[in-house]
Each structure stands twice: as structure tokens, then as C-alpha cells.
């Protein structure tokens, strides 16, 4: 398994600002994944990121909103860009297991409110 | 079209009792997984079981079991001996081929309550 940690763990921010999410996971992973769920709402997948390429974004999500960085197998990053009322939500970066048969394992979560 | 498919907004079960929370799914991939995660109040998302589209048991974790029936792809998540702990809410996902990888799409999610 993984152990996933995510900075913040939560922000009030006001509109129009930007805020930078990061995961930090305690082994080298090829994959990582951002969702995001809103309040009373299921996971949606924002994008997934591979080490040394582009993230691939899901229909709805665009990189000048979500920029992802991903410079090494261990770190990621993703900022909400100009935030609405309507970002407000929990993000949250998860990782593959090692095998076919593995689940994926969480981040514990960012709660952004956006003000 | 809901790629993950679960029909119970709310579910009640007594203490000690067991409960089924549906899922029903929709791919023609033959190769795909399926998922349950538990997310209590504080938000975590704990992972309970995983069946894979080539198994042919059921899979079972201590209380949880899945009901997995292919040829209707359903998907249902069995708690046996319910405890108060199991308050929360759960979801569904399958794991699915895409692009030369793969990603998880998830249900719309049960909110389990346990009564005393």
C-alpha cells in the first residue's frame, strides 16, 4: 500500500485567487489521479498525471483552470486557478497500487471553500 | 449514459444485521475491475473490496462480501453483522481500460446509516 499526504488539509479562500494542492506519496507511483468532489456529491475524476508527460484532463476540466505539475515519481501538484464560490469542494489526489488486483489509495483530502 | 449505477440514495439497517447496497455497471471492456470504498463523515476514502471482471468467486473481506453477478453486471456490496461504525457512505467504482491506460469512474454513492 501507500501512504498519501496532502497540503492543505483545508482553505478558505477568497475569489479570484489561485490555490496550489500538493501530494506527496512515500513511494514512487507511475500514475497519480486528481479528483474532485463536491459538497454531497461523488468523485470526479479531474485528470491524471504521468511523470514527464502532460496530464490528461477529463471532458469538462481544462489545464488553464486545473494546471498539474508532476516533476518526479513521488509529488504532485494541483492549483485551482481565478476560484468561484462554485470550486468549493474537496480535492483529492490518489495513487494505483503495484498490482492488477490493487486498489488505488487516497489522499485524506484538501476541503477548499471558496469565499 | 451511468457507466456505475447505484440506486439507493439512503439505506437503514438494524445493529447486527446485514444489509446489500446495489451497484450495477455498464462496459463493454472485458477486462475491468470493480471497487467498494467506504467514506466516513471525516472524509477519507477507505478502500473495502475489489472483484475483478475474470473472477469467478465472489470476493470476501472479513464482513464485506460482493456479490458478483457478470452476466447482469451487478456488483453488490454485502455487510453482514452490521456495527453502528459502518455509518457512512459508500461507493461503487469500476476500473476501466482508456487510451492505453486506465480510470476509475465512480457511483454516485449509499448512505449507509446503522441504527442501535
Known amino acids: 500500500s501507500a501512504v498519501i499526504s496532502q497540503k492543505p488539509s483545508r482553505d478558505i479562500c477568497q475569489r479570484g485567487t489561485s490555490l496550489t494542492i500538493q501530494c506527496q506519496v512515500d513511494s514512487q507511483v507511475t500514475m497519480m489521479f486528481w479528483y474532485r468532489q463536491q459538497p454531497g456529491q461523488s468523485l470526479t475524476l479531474i485528470a491524471t498525471?504521468?511523470?514527464?508527460?502532460?496530464?490528461?484532463?477529463e471532458s469538462g476540466f481544462v489545464i488553464d483552470k486545473f494546471p498539474i505539475s508532476r516533476p518526479n515519481l513521488t509529488f504532485s501538484t494541483l492549483t485551482v486557478s481565478n476560484m468561484s464560490p462554485e470550486d468549493s469542494s474537496i480535492y483529492l489526489c490518489?495513487?494505483?497500487?503495484?498490482?492488477?488486483?490493487?486498489?488505488?489509495?487516497f489522499g485524506p483530502g484538501t476541503r477548499l471553500t471558496v469565499l | 449514459a451511468q457507466k456505475i449505477t447505484q440506486t439507493q440514495p439512503g439505506m437503514f439497517v438494524q445493529e447486527k444485521e446485514a444489509v446489500t447496497l446495489d451497484c450495477t455497471y455498464d462496459?463493454?471492456?472485458?477486462?475491468?475491475?470493480l471497487f467498494w470504498y467506504k467514506q466516513p463523515s471525516s472524509g477519507e476514502m477507505i478502500f473495502l473490496i475489489y472483484?475483478?471482471?475474470?473472477?469467478?468467486q465472489n470476493a470476501t473481506e472479513g464482513r464485506y462480501s460482493l456479490n458478483f453477478q457478470k452476466a447482469r453486471k451487478s456488483a453488490n456490496l454485502v455487510i453482514s453483522a452490521s456495527q453502528l461504525g459502518d455509518s457512512a457512505m459508500y461507493f461503487c467504482?469500476?476500473?476501466?481500460?482508456?487510451?492505453?491506460?486506465?480510470?476509475?469512474?465512480f457511483g454516485t454513492g449509499t448512505r449507509l446509516k446503522v441504527l442501535a
Open positions: 498525471a504521468n511523470q514527464g508527460s502532460e496530464a490528461t484532463y
Open positions: 462496459t463493454s471492456d472485458q477486462s475491468y475491475g
Open positions: 472483484q475483478g471482471s475474470y473472477d469467478e
Open positions: 490518489s495513487v494505483d497500487g503495484t498490482a492488477s488486483t490493487d486498489t488505488q489509495y
Open positions: 467504482a469500476m476500473r476501466e481500460p482508456t487510451s492505453g491506460t486506465y480510470k476509475y469512474i
